[in-house]
């Protein structure tokens, strides 16, 4: 959350002419419901299940950059899988930029929102510790505070 994954997902897309997919966006017009409402009325455990299927259907593209959402590589197979079927890149900021990021964002998060400054770094951190498990294992690790697209994309196609 706060990373640029979108930002730069659609700078990536159109730099090498490929297509863009946002999985939020993908699995709020497949359900007809937003990513907050999903969770709040059938839960983590059955968003999941959703954002698992919806995962898989980016698997038969081609030519595409895929943006998911933080928890996606964290539940059941989804990082081997996205692994297998594609190159994957984990948009590495600090805690502090994260944070930073948070507090100054236009569209508030239901997540976040109520957070004093101080308990925003903190489920920042937490989130971080739960997840860079898996964010390490991608294929890619770009620094997000000095991120240049034109190195990302010469890596990716390489």
Known sequence: MGS?????????????NYAF????QQIENSQGQSIGDLFEEKGEEAFRKIEQEELHKTFELENTVVSLGGGTPCFFDNLEQI???????????????????LQNAKNPR???????????FEFVQQQLGEREQFYNR??????GESLD???LIKMIKE
């Open 4 to 16: 640029g994954k979108t930002t730069v997902g659609k700078k990536l897309s159109r730099a090498l």
């Open 21 to 24: 997919v946002d999985l939020d």
């Open 83 to 101: 692994n297998r079927h594609g190159k994957s890149v984990y948009l590495k900021l600090s805690a502090v930029s994260l944070a930073s990021r």
């Open 138 to 143: 991608t294929h890619f690790i770009i620094k």
């Open 110 to 120: 239901p997540l976040l929102q109520g957070l004093s400054d101080g308990e925003l």
């Open 149 to 151: 697209i034109s190195n």
